[in-house]
């Protein structure tokens, strides 16, 4: 079936931070609990898929030679509704995601389906592609953060999980991020050489 | 010729779209974010004033800060408090900072901070301690952060030390943490070392110059 | 002019918070330019060139204008679009006046348009300067990015020189190319976590 086609491919075989390395800044720094990267999922589904239908509404009305300005015109639109919603409805969220809220408007991941998937395509797949895309990009997010969060304060949620463990702290600082994607990219790699191997 | 018209007219329009949309929004938005920020200074006010009827705003005048509030209990006022900020390591730590008539700290709340997660923002921290299969939405008994709370009852006349011979103030008996307030010492966060230091030096500093202002027979 | 305050913010951005390292912004071009110590240079010159000329002009927008009309709300899309021109009219003038450099650093350019580097400097110095407590003026702002740029070639360097070392090496199959490049990230993030007791703030108040 085609959802489940799509599905699949926005979430594993073109997984936005995985497969593809889109949108690494934000993923490393926001990572730290699973808090924040749901917050965070939840603002980038708002703004690709957002974004992606009105850029496929107007594909047909923006030329080529101004579109990258033009859909960088829409996204910061969608970036600027979000922040101002996250301020008023929850600051607290607002406050760990700090700069990278803004920062959602030079996701490649945004830019990137703009330019290859909404400005070619109806208004429906479109809606559908930036929304498998930000949830695979949300799925990598949390398992970043489930990693990082559990070794590194023994928490999920706020809640303990393992008695009698003292945290390293080196996970939720900056080299923590570094060394979590780099064992989970290499473990997505392992898989599909085993899977090419086969 | 023409293209450049399209080009610039193209991105006109969509501008103008664009500006109005978040306009609409800020417009909605502001009033809830000036809510929540209000609502906040509300709440860190009962935190560092408890057990007063009624918290009342004034007007200061130099060196005392814009505004500052009484907390009264009945009559009479009991304590003061106030709004300050330290320079820590990567931000300023917003403090609520209260004092009560005989010049002892009463209470202490941290309202904003962004200092390095997981070190100095543990100024904010409270410690669970239910665990994972305890439930994941179970209600929690909100306990106040320990980084705070350790202020309570320390007195302004003399310096406040900090105390790195026993570990943090939340691991500690009741009867080391009586000691480390009869000695007016509080501990540090391990490995945040200078957001620590920010809070307790501007603490010690700017409660003992207020109260000095306020205690003074008028 | 407080020049303890200048040194500060420029330690701060090079060393202390660095912004690859530290702050995770720029990370696209980290791992993408610096296979070779060339190439890295290149974009580490661009990029400090590129900030500071952002910085001025979106320090100053920001602040007589978005800040005099109590329009904040309209930093994000201003921001952008004005980093956007503004690398546009570089790569056309680099183009036009010095094809010498427009071949060496040309193509690096739209790289950096949408690179959270460039607006995360221009928005940092809208805040607040950590060691005064007060808005970045725009001689701090301007320092700021700089050193903040020179931050960012520093580790793109550093980072260069180790990976032109690790395609001689063997590394395990699942790791070669991006893991390794982020493992070798990460051990550099633990070292210059080392400076972070740099910190001049002197802690005793105001």
């Known amino acids: 079936m085609h959802i489940k086609d799509e599905i699949k491919r926005g979430l594993f075989t073109e997984n936005p ?163 979590t994607i780099a064992f989970v990219m290499g473990l997505v790699a392992h898989f599909r050489l085993r899977k090419a191997g086969r | 010729m023409g293209d450049l018209i399209k080009l610039i007219v193209v991105l006109f329009v969509i501008s103008t779209f664009a500006g109005l949309a978040i306009a609409f929004t800020s417009a909605r938005t502001t009033p809830a974010i000036a809510a929540q920020l209000a609502a906040a200074k509300q709440e860190a006010l009962k935190t560092v004033l408890p057990g007063c009827d009624r918290i009342e705003q004034r007007d200061g005048t130099a060196p005392l800060p814009e505004t500052y509030w009484e907390g009264v209990r009945g009559e009479t006022v009991v304590a003061w408090a106030f709004e300050t900020a330290a320079r820590g390591y990567s931000s300023d730590v917003k403090l609520m900072v209260s004092i009560d008539t005989a010049g002892t700290i009463m209470g202490l709340t941290v309202i904003e901070q962004g200092e390095t997660p997981g070190l100095g923002s543990r100024t904010q921290e409270s410690i669970s301690d239910k665990y994972v299969w305890n439930g994941l939405f179970a209600a929690e008994r909100k306990r106040p952060p320990w980084f705070s709370s350790q202020f309570a009852g320390l007195s302004t006349a003399r310096p406040i030390v900090i105390d790195r011979s026993g570990g943090e103030w939340h691991r500690m008996d009741e009867t080391r943490k009586r000691a480390l307030t009869g000695a007016n010492a509080v501990t540090a966060i391990t490995g945040a070392t200078i957001s620590t230091r920010a809070v307790v030096a501007c603490v010690e500093k700017k409660a003992a110059g207020w109260y000095q202002l306020l205690a003074r027979p008028e | 002019m407080n020049f303890s305050s200048l040194i500060q913010i420029s330690i701060a951005a090079i060393l202390i918070n660095n912004f690859i390292l530290s702050r995770f912004l720029g990370l696209c071009p980290f791992f993408g330019v610096s296979k070779k110590l060339s190439s890295a240079i290149g974009m580490g010159v661009t990029v400090v060139f590129v900030m500071g000329f952002a910085s001025f002009f979106t320090w100053t927008i920001d602040t ?43 193509i690096y350019l739209p790289l950096i348009t949408t690179n959270c580097a460039i607006l995360g400097v221009a928005i940092i110095n809208t805040g607040k300067n950590p060691y005064t407590s007060l808005n970045y003026n725009l001689v701090e702002s301007l320092v700021n990015a700089v050193a903040s740029g020179i931050g960012f070639t520093l580790a793109l360097i550093l980072m260069s020189g180790i990976r032109e070392r690790i395609e001689l090496a063997r590394v395990p199959k699942a790791l070669e190319g991006l893991p390794i490049a982020f493992i070798t990230g990460g051990l550099m993030a633990i070292a210059f976590l080392g400076f972070s007791g740099l910190s001049f703030v002197a802690s005793a108040g105001r």
Do not use: H, W
Not at chain 1, 71 to 95: E, G, H, N, S, W
Not at chain 1, 113 to 140: C, H, I, P, Q
């Open chain 1, 17 to 179: 931070l995985l497969v593809l390395v889109l949108g690494l800044c934000p993923s490393l720094a926001v990572s730290t609990s699973m808090v924040n990267a749901i917050g965070m999922g939840i603002a980038v589904i708002f703004v690709l898929t957002g974004s992606n239908m009105i850029v496929s509404l107007l594909r047909n009305l923006i030329p080529a030679k101004v579109r990258i300005p033009c859909f960088i015109v829409i996204i910061a639109t969608f970036v600027t509704i979000v922040q101002l919603a996250m301020k008023a409805y929850v600051p607290a969220l607002d406050r760990q995601l700090g700069i990278f809220v803004p920062l959602i408007v030079v996701n490649c991941i945004i830019l990137a389906r703009a330019e290859a998937y909404a400005s070619k395509n109806g208004v429906f797949g479109s809606a559908a592609d930036g929304l498998v895309m930000g949830l695979g990009y949300t799925m990598s997010l949390c398992i970043l953060s489930l990693i990082r969060e559990i070794l590194g304060t023994n928490k999920f949620f706020g809640k303990l999980v393992i008695p009698g463990y003292d945290p390293m702290l080196i996970f939720i600082l900056a080299p923590g991020g570094f060394f």
């Open chain 3, 64 to 106: 007589y204008i978005l800040v005099r009309f109590g329009v904040t709300y309209l930093q994000t899309i201003v921001f952008i679009l004005v980093i956007a021109a503004l690398v546009q009219l570089v790569e056309m003038a680099l183009q036009k006046y010095s094809p010498a450099l427009y071949e060496a650093l040309g």
